[in-house]
T-cell receptor
């Protein structure tokens, strides 16, 4: 699986957009970009995924560059409850049982 | 919404005890996973199952066993708990249909072995 690189930590003011970057320069053609987050002492929560088009759901937007070597997760109006570790993962399109490899992630702190 | 539940949020056991961690999912998913999460080590896969009664070892199966008698339930068993098994245990499930690799996690069980 392709490796991802994320900043260790970021701060964001409450009510502002949080933009979390991820580099995945070795991503291959059949690999999706996934974002999960983990609030302290809870299980990881799926946020969004995409292949090459930008995606939006009720939680966030995912912007993938044209060359697919990087992406940005956008939380449009961050709240204090969005404080969490955010993980960017690449993994292929598959129905088989395969583990997700979580890196170190980005600790996002939303400040009041 | 997919729901994955785990039998306990917090558990304290003594060294040598047999420990059962239960996980139930309500989305008819074929694949289920047990991970443990430790500071600085990320999530590590213990065992996974791709069907009833089927199981495969993950990266760190030593000291653990699993049971999947029904599709919705996947149990992790610590035959004789040791202090180095103190950890956060996370269960996850995923559809077996070809498609995105989205895994849905339970809330976790924080196990302390004294």
């Amino acid at each position: 699986d392709a490796k991802t690189t994320q900043p260790t930590s970021m701060d964001c003011a409450e009510g502002r957009a949080a933009n979390l970057p991820c580099n995945h320069s070795t991503i291959s053609g059949n690999e999706y970009v996934y974002w999960y987050r983990q609030i302290h002492s809870q299980g990881p929560q799926y946020i969004i995924h995409g292949l090459k088009n930008n995606e939006t759901n009720e939680m966030a937007s995912l912007i993938i560059t044209e060359d697919r070597k990087s992406s940005t997760l956008i939380l449009p109006h961050a709240t204090l409850r969005d404080t969490a570790v955010y993980y960017c993962i690449v993994s292929p399109y598959s129905g088989s049982a395969r583990q997700l490899t979580f890196g170190s992630g980005t600790q996002l702190t939303v400040l009041p | 919404d997919v729901k994955v539940t785990q039998s306990s949020r917090y558990l304290v056991k003594r060294t040598g005890e047999k420990v059962f961690l239960e996980c139930v999912q309500d989305m008819d998913h074929e694949n289920m996973f047990w991970y443990r999460q430790d500071p600085g080590l990320g999530l590590r896969l213990i065992y996974f199952s791709y069907d009833v009664k089927m199981k495969e070892k993950g990266d760190i199966p030593e000291g653990y066993s699993v049971s999947r008698e029904k599709k919705e339930r996947f149990s992790l068993i610590l035959e004789s708990a040791s202090t180095n098994q103190t950890s956060m245990y996370l269960c996850a499930s995923k559809t077996g249909l070809a498609g995105a690799d989205t895994q849905y996690f339970g809330p976790g069980t924080r196990l302390t072995v004294l």
